[in-house]
């Protein structure tokens, strides 16, 4: 099983600022087979980006994510009020399919 | 656009058993697999499976095996999953997730159906 770890676990910003969050696999990820999902309180995971680096279809392009092998990045360049929430990112090449523990995103 | 409406909330004693539908709309039922995912309170999303609706082929995660059975409805493009002999860590919110139909990207989420399990 791949083991996802993210950090950090909490990220405290204020709207505008940009935010980097980290995820970290056991073994390595194929690129094509990674994705981020943000939540909000009450709501279903929301697709943000697959394959690494390609945005889901309505996502702003303030959200962009990077990285390949063991090492992935989700980044928000200008925080908005709306995405304060928790990020996992989840792998989907191999089963079972594992996801992060999250990052928390707060306003500070 | 594409629709997974679950069931509703419900509560369970330890050692019974829940069913939870999903009814779809919006594509081709027969075309895409569908997976179900579940989240107990403040906890990671926990994948359970997947289901071909195509062809009934199913596969379940080592931690569910045995206890959970996917089905699908066809003529009403509708999933189930089924949970037996319930235990106090079933309790989660449980999401059908329909994938991308290339790989098993979850790309289309339900609204998720609430099962606690107490006494």
């Known amino acids: 099983e791949i083991v996802l770890t993210q950090s950090p676990g909490t990220l405290s910003l204020s709207p505008g600022e940009r935010a980097t969050l980290s995820c970290r696999a056991s073994q390595s990820v194929s690129s094509t087979y990674l994705a981020w999902y943000q939540q909000k309180p009450g709501q279903a995971p929301r697709l943000l980006i697959y394959?690494?680096?390609t945005r889901a279809t309505g996502i702003p392009d303030r959200f962009s994510g990077s990285g390949s092998g063991t090492d992935f990045t989700l980044t928000v360049s200008r925080l908005e009020p709306e995405d304060f929430a928790v990020y996992y990112c989840?792998?989907?090449?191999?089963?079972?399919?594992?996801f992060g523990q999250g990052t928390k995103v707060e306003i500070k | 656009q594409v629709q997974l409406v679950q069931s509703g909330a419900e509560v369970k004693n330890p050692g019974a058993s829940v069913k939870v539908s999903c009814k779809t709309s919006?594509?081709?039922?027969?075309?895409?697999?569908m997976h179900w995912v579940r989240q107990a309170p403040g906890q990671r999303p926990e994948w359970m499976g997947w289901i071909n609706p195509g062809n009934h082929n199913t596969e379940y995660s080592q931690k569910v095996q045995g206890r959970v059975t996917f089905t699908t409805d066809t003529s009403a493009t509708t999933a189930y999953l089924e949970l037996s002999s319930l235990r106090s860590e079933d309790t989660a919110v449980y999401y059908c997730?329909?994938?991308?139909?290339?790989?098993?990207?979850?790309?289309?989420w339900g609204r998720g159906t609430p099962v606690t399990v107490s006494s």
């Open positions: 919006g594509y081709t039922f027969t075309t895409y697999a």
């Open positions: 997730v329909r994938d991308s139909g290339r790989d098993w990207l979850l790309e289309s």
């Open positions: 394959g690494a680096s």
């Open positions: 989840h792998q989907y090449g191999n089963s079972p399919l594992t």
